[in-house]
């Protein structure tokens, strides 16, 4: 593996760069926006621009612009129906804002509102993709936000660092940075004392990289170092590298992508074509398929389709081009699909040879139950059911 500066010298090579801004980077202790920090972020993302950078920041604050609004104490915000009230306020007045620095360098912007929803349709994900990709081409900067307003439990990201990593591996950016309240991953709390290590490299996340999250004691804010390392995951199983760093300190991006030595780097995996990364992050799977040994073996050391005769069990109700999990007889998640078939059909066909499909359904789709263009193996880093939880164990927090 190269050292940490080999590492760091390739962020300096970022074209496209997803820039996401934590609502402790944004906000005053008393939860309304900081004008000052934000003109300074400003002018630093203005700059990546100016030598030839794509940026799209995804930017927290609305319910913290929403507060400065209407006078509200941000300690007595409490409840869903309050924040997406107050961001239904707030969201206005700060792309308002936005749209005031970035014109003060010559630069457009853009309002970019997501739910889960977008991303977990296939046409409303193309379509999402197709509109960043024009925003940039026209050299604007994409401001994106969860849409907090409609968004409810079910279609939350949960949090705007899980939403930048998927963002990131939609636009295919070359770089995610997360500017936090803090430096970095440390081997402790750092909000807690001194004396804890920053880790400048992540070359794989571990379960003892994970071990060192800690959630955060904002008022306003989601998550805390879980969510970065859930956004970690998400980004280089996509092939981008994440920094995270500490938005409160000047010129931190622009020493973030020279490739000095600031915060902490988690280094790219090999990267996952547009539609696979689609099927392992833009889709929450709808149902189960429990396949015999010899399946997996086929479809873990031969690349090959899931076909009926290796399944053994079906759980949940799920309709034909739905995105379903496959395991193993132990109950162990080793790949997700889009499946040729509603789950009453594999229900009748499971166990049987392709050539009988027909013959019992009276029609057929093909036979695959999964075909392997439209099947992502899952590796041993990637606990997919842990990261759903995390996400929505966040989502319910906010």
């Known amino acids: 593996m190269e050292t940490a500066q080999a590492q760091r010298k390739k962020l300096a090579q970022a074209r496209r760069v997803v820039v996401k801004v934590g609502t402790s980077t944004l906000t005053h202790p008393d939860g309304k926006l900081n004008l000052p920090q934000m003109k300074r972020l400003t002018r630093e993302i203005s700059a990546l621009h100016r030598e030839g950078r794509e940026v799209i920041l995804v930017s927290s604050g609305a319910v913290g612009a929403g507060v400065g609004r209407i006078g509200a104490k941000a300690g007595h915000i409490k409840s869903?129906?309050?924040?997406?009230?107050?961001?239904?306020?707030?969201?206005?007045?700060?792309?308002?804002?936005?749209?005031?620095?970035?014109?003060?360098?010559?630069?457009?912007?853009?309002?970019?509102?997501?739910?889960?929803?977008?991303?977990?349709?296939?046409?409303?994900?193309?379509?999402?993709?197709?509109?960043?990709?024009?925003?940039?081409?026209?050299?604007?900067?994409?401001?994106?936000?969860?849409?907090?307003?409609?968004?409810?439990?079910?279609?939350?990201?949960?949090?705007?660092?899980?939403?930048?990593?998927?963002?990131?591996?939609?636009?295919?950016?070359?770089?995610?940075?997360?500017?936090?309240?803090?430096?970095?991953?440390?081997?402790?709390?750092p909000h807690r004392g001194g004396g804890f290590r920053l880790i400048p490299l992540v070359e794989k996340i571990t379960p003892q990289v994970e071990s060192l999250a800690r959630g955060t004691g904002s008022g306003l804010a989601i998550g805390g170092m879980t969510t970065k390392i859930t956004a970690a995951r998400i980004a280089t199983d996509c092939g981008v590298p994440m920094v995270i760093a500490n938005g409160q300190k000047p010129g931190v991006l622009a020493r973030v992508v020279a490739g000095e030595l600031v915060g902490t780097l988690f280094c790219a995996g090999t990267g996952l074509s547009g539609r696979r990364k689609w099927i392992l992050y833009g889709n929450r799977p709808v149902g189960t398929l429990v396949v015999d040994d010899g399946a997996k073996k086929a479809l873990v050391e031969s690349g090959k389709s899931l076909l009926p005769s290796g399944l053994l069990e079906v759980q949940g109700e799920f309709e034909m081009g739905n995105v379903v999990r496959v395991r193993d007889r132990n109950g162990i998640e080793f790949a997700r699909g889009i499946t040729n078939y509603a789950a009453e059909d594999l229900d009748r066909i499971k166990g049987l040879h392709s050539r009988q499909i027909n013959r019992v359904l009276g029609y057929d789709y093909g036979e695959e139950v999964i075909h392997r263009d439209n099947l992502v193996l899952v590796t041993d880093s990637q606990d997919l059911d842990g990261l759903e939880e995390e996400i929505v164990d966040q989502g319910t927090k906010s």
């Not at 306020?89 to 792309?95: F, N, R, S």
Request: charged share 25%; no cysteine.
């Open 80 to 189: 869903i129906p309050q924040k997406q009230a107050l961001a239904a306020i707030g969201q206005g007045a700060l792309m308002r804002l936005y749209e005031e620095f970035f014109d003060g360098f010559g630069l457009n912007v853009a309002q970019v509102l997501l739910t889960r929803q977008d991303l977990e349709d296939r046409k409303r994900y193309v379509n999402a993709r197709n509109t960043f990709l024009w925003l940039l081409r026209w050299k604007v900067v994409p401001i994106v936000n969860e849409n907090d307003t409609v968004a409810v439990e079910e279609i939350r990201f949960g949090d705007n660092d899980t939403l930048s990593a998927l963002v990131a591996g939609l636009v295919d950016a070359d770089l995610l940075v997360l500017l936090s309240d803090v430096d970095g991953l440390y081997d402790g709390d």
